[in-house]
């Protein structure tokens, strides 16, 4: 087994078993541990220039990567004239360093306010670092190696479905620069990590509320009355259909 | 109607002496783990006052509770996409100075000191970074006004209020102050559970109490801003939020809430109200002048064959159902109309009653001016007659409990101030005379109903003051869990540390 079967095959598959498995233990047999760990309590004013550029920009980053691998074609197509690649590279380098300056922030902030170190274990600082990482090599593999969108789906997007269809083949990241070797790699540490730190938060989004009624009106009890005979009832009533659960006032 | 019980709570202000015991009760058995310090469930304000946290009444900033808008209700806070673009930054949330830093002092210090000349303190200590801090605020920091007409000042709900009588209120000769405890509210129609992206704060049907469930609880902090009385608080050490419990597990043992059971002035009162959950909608969308009314609409009378049949049919037991009927609260808010929820205009439909305050002493007044020459059976009606005169003027009272409306605080206080007349004329004097008892028909009230209300504020026993329904926890044990099987088990705490994150 050489290094690059190790970091860009074992691994990959080390860090996707840990999130899926460790997560789904988490939530569901930890869940008070779950959080988004917000510190805006403690501090507002770095938070806003450090956790709303950060966000915005890693999202929208994240959201142009899965579309690279979801749909190369439309990439290319898109990158077939000239004029539409340079407009998505210059909008992706300004996201990368509008993502950049937010974590920069975000790290100065953890690191230098005293009531936000009183918050701070650890996996807080490793988790900005890799983030680091990730964000600064994505942005020199953007500069360096141009254009990132054009070889993307030729490269990234065959190798990260041989990953995922278990038909794995690293060799397709072998010859790669270093730079983006380590943009790969920090990826599958991040997703290895992901389960144990912070980043779990990541995944409750809470997209339900998009729709969920405004109120929540809880029966306690309407196991009990239901699993209670009736004559061994408090208050021995006619079952009824349940009412109330929640109204609606939208 | 769909019939529901919840267990409400009148707070009688004219018997609040401002002591903070029901405050250190709750401290003391909820919010004294890291991260809660900060934390009041329970707190008693000096009005008029900013509040704790400061300033919290003012909604332009704080963006609390509810708004009607195109005769839709929305929250102030956000819409349900903008509360999930909020969810990297909440612009309105409080930040910990709004509260205060929580202190505690080196006491270890005053033992370990090396000899030196001077003799040794205990410094501050913040309870967030350990360091030593200066004391910059407190939880009760405005108490009886601080020493200072700024706090008085900066009270919100003068809006309406002269700028003659502000005046005058900031007179030291002048100033007339109450206290107004407060706790979770306990809402109707909660701002807090609509503002909670992830759905995990909810309202248990069988009482009413509001509850975060702290395993859905991913700390977006919406609740914390969305409730328009701050009563949600955001533990920093463990990134959840929390909130009044209404000690439920008391509740479900028969016992009041500690900070009802601990309070010196004996001013709380706890009991069950029969509502009607159909009429929540139409009471949160009236209009603001008619919203404390609209309330006490959905409240029902539990001594009415239909509402005991509805209640009945949705479950309710005899034994609630009597709880209901010997409810303090009932006869407060609703027999008596004496009592009114807190900012009614939030749209929350708090069920907390208060009973407002008279004016610290009843003096005579002309022309705004405290005439002492008077004698003493002319007094007593000097203010009933003119009570736009009273010390704490009625616009203030009103802004408070009752959305601005004059009308609804008035008669309130003027039945108030018959029960005080009639009772002092019938204890000092001996006799009741003509005019007394005119007064009281023009207060609306009877001799009898004056004694009902006189025994229930002045003389009742705990078991009047705190009517708590039977829970049949016994019942609910059985059903959950095999009784034999988890024989051994002890506790329902917490099964993993408190702490933050992984």
């Known amino acids: ?250 | 109607m769909n019939v529901r019980a919840h267990v409400s709570m009148t707070f009688h202000l004219d018997k609040c002496i401002g002591c903070h015991t029901c405050s250190v009760a709750c401290k003391n058995l909820w919010t004294d783990r890291k991260g809660t310090e900060y934390m009041w469930w329970n707190n008693v304000e000096t009005r008029p006052g900013t509040g704790y946290p400061t300033g919290w009444e003012d909604q332009e900033r704080f963006k609390g509770g509810w708004e009607k808008k195109n005769g839709r209700l929305e929250l102030k806070l956000h819409s349900r996409a903008r509360g999930l673009a909020n969810l990297f930054f909440n612009p309105a949330l409080p930040e910990i100075d709004d509260y205060y830093e929580p202190f505690t002092f080196d006491y270890q210090h005053l033992f370990n000191a090396p000899e030196s000349d001077d003799q040794p303190v205990a410094r501050p200590i913040s309870m967030i970074t350990g360091e030593p801090m200066n004391i910059a605020a407190g939880p009760n920091w405005d108490d009886d006004l601080g020493g200072s007409n700024l706090y008085a000042q900066n009270d919100p709900n003068w809006a309406g209020v002269s700028p003659e009588i502000q005046a005058q209120m900031a007179e030291i000769e002048r100033v007339a102050f109450n206290y107004l405890p407060r706790i979770c509210n306990h809402c109707l129609n909660p701002a807090c559970v609509a503002a909670c992206p992830s759905g995990a704060i909810y309202k248990r049907a069988e009482d009413g109490v509001v509850l975060v469930n702290e395993n859905k609880c991913k700390g977006w902090r919406m609740c914390v801003a969305a409730c328009p009385y701050k009563k949600v608080y955001y533990n920093w050490a463990t990134g959840k939020s929390e909130k009044c419990i209404l000690c439920f597990p008391r509740l479900e043992t028969g016992q009041a809430p500690a900070c009802f059971h601990s309070c010196v002035g004996r001013i709380r009162y706890l009991g069950v109200i029969l509502y009607d959950a159909d009429q929540i909608a139409t009471a949160a969308h009236a209009d603001t002048k008619d919203l404390v009314q609209a309330q006490l609409n959905a409240i029902l009378d539990p001594f009415d064959p239909t509402v005991i049949a509805a209640a009945k049919e949705n479950g309710l037991g005899d034994d609630w159902i009597q709880a209901a009927q010997a409810s303090p609260v009932y006869k407060f808010v609703k027999v008596w109309k004496l009592a009114l929820p807190l900012h009614p205009e939030y749209r929350t439909m708090a069920m907390l009653f208060y009973i407002p305050p008279l004016s610290p002493i009843v003096s005579s007044i002309e022309e705004g001016l405290v005439r002492l020459e008077l004698p003493p059976e002319k007094i007593d009606f000097e203010l009933f007659n003119h009570l736009e005169k009273a010390r704490l003027p009625l616009e203030y009272l009103a802004n408070l409990f009752a959305a601005g409306n004059v009308e609804v605080v008035k008669p309130i206080l003027r039945k108030l101030l018959a029960v005080r007349i009639y009772k002092r004329r019938q204890s000092v004097e001996g006799h009741m005379d003509e005019a007394t008892l005119r007064l009281v028909e023009a207060a609306g009230t009877t001799p009898e109903e004056i004694e009902a209300i006189y025994q229930l504020t002045a003389k009742p026993t705990l078991a009047e003051r705190f009517v708590v329904p039977p829970y049949h926890r016994e019942m609910a044990v059985e059903v959950w869990n095999d009784p034999l099987a988890h024989k051994g088990e002890t506790g329902v705490g917490f099964i993993e540390l408190p702490v933050r994150g992984d």
Do not use: C
């Open chain 1, 1 to 250: 087994m050489n290094w690059n079967v190790l970091l860009f095959q074992v691994f990959p598959y080390v860090a996707l078993a840990l999130l899926v498995i460790v997560s789904f233990q988490r939530m569901r047999g930890k869940p008070f541990s779950v959080s988004s760990l917000s510190s805006q309590l403690l501090e507002r004013k770095l938070l806003f220039f450090g956790s709303i550029p950060f966000h915005w920009g890693i999202l929208i980053i994240l959201l142009g990567h899965l579309l690279a691998v979801l749909v190369p074609q439309g990439l290319l197509w898109w990158n077939a004239v000239p004029i539409r690649l340079f407009l998505l590279e210059i909008t992706g380098l300004a996201l990368a360093l509008w993502t950049l300056g937010g974590l920069l922030v975000l790290l100065y902030r953890r690191l230098s306010n005293r009531r936000i170190l009183a918050v701070t274990r650890p996996s807080d600082v490793i988790v900005l670092l890799l983030l680091l990482v990730s964000v600064v090599t994505g942005v020199l593999t953007a500069v360096l190696y141009r254009y990132g969108s054009y070889w993307f789906p030729s490269v990234f997007t065959p190798y990260l479905w041989s990953i995922l269809t278990l038909r794995p083949r690293p060799e397709l990241v072998a010859d790669l620069p270093f730079w983006i070797q380590l943009h790969v790699f920090n990826f599958w540490v991040l997703l290895a990590l992901f389960p144990f730190t912070r980043l779990i938060h990541i995944i409750t989004v809470p997209l339900g509320y998009l729709w969920r009624p405004w109120q929540l009106v809880i029966w306690v009890r309407k196991h009990r009355r239901s699993a209670v005979p009736a004559a061994a009832r408090p208050s021995a009533q006619p079952q009824t259909a349940e009412k109330g659960g929640a109204y609606g006032t939208d």
